[in-house]
């Protein structure tokens, strides 16, 4: 049997499977209810729009006049056009055929590289979501890691003199926070154009960007000639059980587009009518509403948990952009020295940088959480002696 | 720009989607109503006790105590313990850890060729579904086709002397409906074993097999220790258009079991709530009982279908066991001039052999439609002057 060999470069677990089992032991253990704020993982119910828009639609599955069988592959109009709109807003000309509908981010990150020749090298500044370059590690792809600096807000600057193939980015930065301004993403735009690389932009916390930031990056001069965007519905409409969100390939890109197309047609099969309905009910004015109110929930629980972080003098990523905190250790604490000492003294979960693929001391803590939960967990924070 | 130039060995369209097109076509240009058999797509409605509990399932989401957000990395438990049921009643022994819910077997067959080695040497009996072949090719492998012959029913035999890394069946077979006896199925298990190969299982129509008939590849001795099984609800509770399979990785398999589990770390999140929830109810007498009525409603079809073939003296592959009829072409037609003369003659679209990547003048007609169309295609069929 010849095995993937690849798979002995990766840790031994993913680092969030690790986690839920870390969670799981501490709360047979722990006399304290332990709070999870590892796992970025919506804990609010959907809005009323969106769980309802599902209903009617699983009706409709059972009924001759409703019924329908596969979804086209690159995903339904009804949906399409309604991200196309979204597009439009965020001040970026984008087609239904350069969309193509997915069961989310995760997966599309680690697909979009099989478009490109085996072995490629490609660039992942550090820290970052982890199943990305898993993915590519998978694939047997020369995967480069780039450390970037608190001094910088986490912001990676491109390596000019080196090149790559492919470029991935995050904005606003799991697990940073940090979200890229418009010269910024210029800058990167202009090197992986000279020399010759793909972008790959994940954009699945774009909707977390305060009013009057960069969106997406189509909104940014040239992005069409470099980049593929990748969003997901998980975080912004609370879909993380759901199962939907989209890739743009625009057809600026030469054959990618088209690839991407055949690359469906061999290896995926759309996705469910339900789940697409229930994300196409974002784009009305009331899901707009009740998406942009769970963000905004979300992100006050953020800046609750800061208020404690800053009463025990702990550095944190100040972005509004965002619902995670980057939180430094404590002096002389690691990154999973300073993750077990929030669960052991203060009955918090964590996710230690080790887990974004950064050698560097920082802890992330989730903001996607019960008012409730950020609240007590905020006083344990505040409460801990350092 | 590095192009994955294994994408220049494929068809330029994926088979169906290339189908689609020409019934979209055939619908504008024709005078006749096209009933299309080609594309392998159910068109009944689901049984009310599917729909009603999808619909349950997206009323739980909109609130709070009954809200779930990222499912298991491997599907929910009230799914798998179903599985795992119905597996001991076909005879084979199933553990939950061993089962991998999926949003479909079309993405899984080329999923788990990522487990093993790149450019590993792979073996498809054909005809065969085209997706799986298409997949590994992407992935870089060799890909290598057995043809079959019409005299064996077109049941592969294991090509003794030559070894491969893996080996695809597929049972009842897609396109040809032929199921695979006990002993020929005991007779590639000792081949794969004995050359050190793994078997890739597609058992996607598996719960159209007679009763009597191998359900599973696991229910023959020795396959647990040389077989990946993928299965998928599309078929047998017409969920093509709610994405839900499984994908079952004995643990005697050595490291790939552990292996898969990290291929989902990186590279999935786990299928929707609504669909698992949708998929569960199919192990309650209710559920078996609904499903097991449109098997039969389409097997009715395909009977239907083969009386019209009988009146025109043409050669059909007689399973008992497969929503499809594949047919040998008149004398003098290929593959895709049969094709195009049920199109152009009896208004009937129907996927020509080349799709199935072999070289023989047949083309498959598809059972999943409904009495109407079905009686309305037969009579047409009965009628051309050939």
Redesign the interface.
């Known amino acids: ?5 690849d ?1 002995g470069k ?1 840790p031994a ?2 680092v ?2 690790e986690l839920a089992e870390k969670v799981k032991r501490a709360r047979k253990l722990s006399e304290k209810r332990i709070i999870d704020l590892g ?1 970025g ?8 729009i ?3 828009e ?2 009617k ?3 409709e ?4 006049e ?6 086209p ?1 690159s995903g339904y109009d009804f949906l399409k056009n309604g991200i196309v709109g979204e597009y439009a807003r965020d001040g970026a000309e984008i087609s239904e055929d350069e969309i193509f509908v997915t ?2 981010a ?2 599309e990150l ?1 697909n979009v590289a ?5 072995g ?1 090298k490609v660039l992942f500044p550090v820290p970052c979501y ?2 990305a370059a ?2 590519n ?4 792809n020369d995967v480069v890691y780039l450390p970037t600096d608190r001094e910088n807000d986490f912001i990676p600057v491109p390596p000019y003199g080196k090149t790559f ?1 492919l470029i991935y980015l995050c904005s606003p930065s799991n697990p940073t926070g940090g979200a890229f301004s418009y010269l910024q993403l210029k800058s990167w735009i202009d090197y992986a154009i000279s020399s ?3 972008i790959i932009y994940d954009g699945a916390y774009s909707r977390f960007v305060e009013s009057g930031g960069v969106r997406t990056i189509y909104a940014v001069k040239g992005a069409k000639n470099c980049a593929i965007e990748i969003r997901s519905f998980s975080k912004s409409l609370g879909f ?4 939907c969100g989209f890739t743009v390939v625009p057809k600026e ?4 587009n088209s ?1 991407y ?15 697409q309905r ?1 994300a196409a009910a974002y784009f009305t004015p009331e899901g707009r509403k009740a998406a942009e109110k769970r963000i905004n929930f979300y992100k006050t629980n953020a800046s609750v948990l800061k208020i404690a972080l800053k009463k025990q003098n702990l550095w944190y990523n100040n972005s509004c952009s965002s619902p995670y905190v980057f939180v430094k250790s404590p002096d002389g604490l690691s990154s999973d020295g300073f993750s077990d000492l929030l669960l052991d003294n203060c009955g918090i979960c964590s996710t230690p940088a080790r887990g974004f693929l950064f050698d560097g001391n920082y802890v992330r803590l989730s903001a996607f959480s019960t008012r409730e939960d950020i609240f007590e967990a905020a006083e344990r924070i505040a409460d801990l002696r350092l």
Chains 1, 2 share one sequence.
């Open positions: 049997m010849k095995i993937n060999d798979f990766l677990d993913y969030f499977a796992i993982d919506v804990k609010l119910p959907l809005p009323k969106f769980a309802d599902m209903e639609a699983a009706k599955t059972g009924k001759k409703t019924f329908r069988g596969y979804p592959q069961d989310g995760k997966s680690g099989e478009l490109f020749g085996k490629i982890p199943a898993e993915s590690v998978i694939l047997g193939d010759n690389a793909v993380t059980g759901i199962r890109l030469g054959d990618l690839l197309k055949r690359r469906i047609g061999a290896r995926f099969n759309g996705v469910s009518y339900i789940s229930g």
